[in-house]
């Protein structure tokens, strides 16, 4: 039977907190809901306390074997009958008004998609206030995720066209799926705290931290291209994965966007200020790549040449960081880890500029680099060891270009791209 909520819990070994949770939304002063509880294959008990509710509001599941908790947050989605979908962990508590306030919000702004809401932490009661309004949450969204996500109603239909959660992303799901909910409208925050945010030991946060962190990354710089090339004005390039690669770079790019987007002064300062700070830091110490890297921090600051964002004398803003670049380059190129694809594309963008500039492409120290990676490549090549596809795209690119032919061809042939 149809019911305005549906609220979707995923439980794993929460013998000892799931009653606790399960009895804060029974208690809601809200009551036209249903409660799905999705067991994700417990060894501790845990389906025997939920078995132990008995009542037509609780729909009770327990998957045969363990398979996550996006999984079987999807799987929820799926048994749902509500016209929204509540958010609920295992672990949290939901305050007694949680349900009537947030659906009384999207009941009044139909053009809301989601609604979240402060927090107060478990133990400590300290009070979380949640970013109100859609502006800030897209903004913060470019740093890190800014939801208590056991906070969160959505649109179940809105859901649905989404897919739900990325089940790649295992443990950082919950960031993917509000990037791609801030991207297609508006979701927002009630300041209030609405649930109680539990930290312990056991949580994904703090079990999977450093996977986490490398989806969180991912997702990140897939949220930072999204927005730049969604608030980018027409005559600005787009965006790719080489000019976010450094997070706080693609997050300074994303400000001078939104600065320009909006006519806001205060964003091209915050982004001056993070550019900043990353150019204060520079030093042999940052790894010569893309991600995270003095190639990326290149590659950005480029992409803000390019756009009029900053200005200067390219070489000039450069010499710094070429200097380490080019002491690093012999050392580096026989590890199993050289990034391949970010040195190639580096050197497209400075030696492509250099032309544009009517600096010349002959003789210079981008061309000796290139023609030594080139000769190098070829060397890798006749062992056996082929490219992929990103290296083989800049390579032919460059043969496009007419540097370095030669070798571009021999490459490109050995590996039937010509």
């Known amino acids: 039977m149809p019911v305005q909520v549906s609220v979707i819990m995923p439980v794993y070994n929460m013998t000892g907190l799931v009653g606790q949770s399960i009895d804060s939304i029974l208690q809601q002063s809200f009551q036209d809901f249903e409660l799905i509880v999705i067991d994700d294959a417990s060894e501790d008990g845990t389906d025997t306390v939920v078995r132990s509710y008995k009542g037509r509001q609780i729909l009770f599941e327990r998957n045969s074997c363990n398979v996550g908790n996006y999984a079987s947050r999807n799987r929820g989605m799926l048994l749902a009958q509500g ?143 999204d927005f730049i090339n969604r608030y980018k004005k027409e005559n600005q390039s787009l965006a790719g994965r080489a000019e976010v690669a450094v997070p706080s770079i693609g997050q300074a790019i994303a400000y001078y966007t939104y600065a320009v987007y909006s006519g806001d002064i205060w964003y091209e300062q915050k982004a001056d200020e993070l550019l900043d700070q990353v150019v204060s830091v520079l030093s042999d110490a940052i790894p010569a790549r893309l991600d995270c890297g003095l190639l990326g921090v290149t590659c950005g600051m480029i992409y803000m040449l390019q756009n009029g964002f900053i200005k200067g004398n390219e070489d000039e803003i450069f010499e710094e960081i ?56 070829i060397g890798k090549i006749e062992k056996g060891q082929l490219p992929d596809q990103e290296v083989l795209f800049e390579i032919k690119r460059f043969h496009q270009l007419n540097t370095c032919k030669e070798k571009t061809a021999y490459i490109l042939g050995a590996n039937g791209k010509e």
């Open 322 to 377: 070429d200097g380490l670049l080019f002491g690093k380059l012999r050392f580096l190129v026989d590890r199993e880890d050289f990034d391949w694809y970010g040195w190639l594309y580096y050197l497209r963008l400075r030696i492509s500029r250099r032309c544009l500039l009517g600096q010349g492409t002959q003789e210079g120290i981008f061309e000796e680099n290139l023609e030594f990676l080139l000769d190098c490549l």
């Open 83 to 225: 016209k929204y979908i509540a958010v609920m962990d295992a672990d949290d508590i939901a305050m007694p008004d949680r349900l009537e306030k947030q659906v009384a919000y999207l009941e009044k702004y139909s053009d809301v998609l989601a609604v979240g809401s402060g927090c107060v932490s478990l133990p400590g009661g300290v009070l979380r206030e949640g970013l109100s309004s859609y502006r800030e949450i897209q903004l913060a969204l470019l740093n890190n995720n800014c939801f208590v996500h056991s906070s969160l109603m959505i649109r179940k239909d809105t859901l649905l066209k989404l897919n739900g959660y990325n089940e790649r992303y295992y443990y950082s799901a919950d960031y993917d799926l509000v990037c791609r909910l801030v991207a297609v409208g508006k979701v927002e925050n009630l300041t209030e705290p609405l649930v109680g945010y539990r930290y312990h030991p056991f949580q994904i946060s703090a079990l999977h931290k450093e996977k986490q962190q490398l989806f969180a990354d991912e997702i990140r710089q897939k949220y930072q291209m």
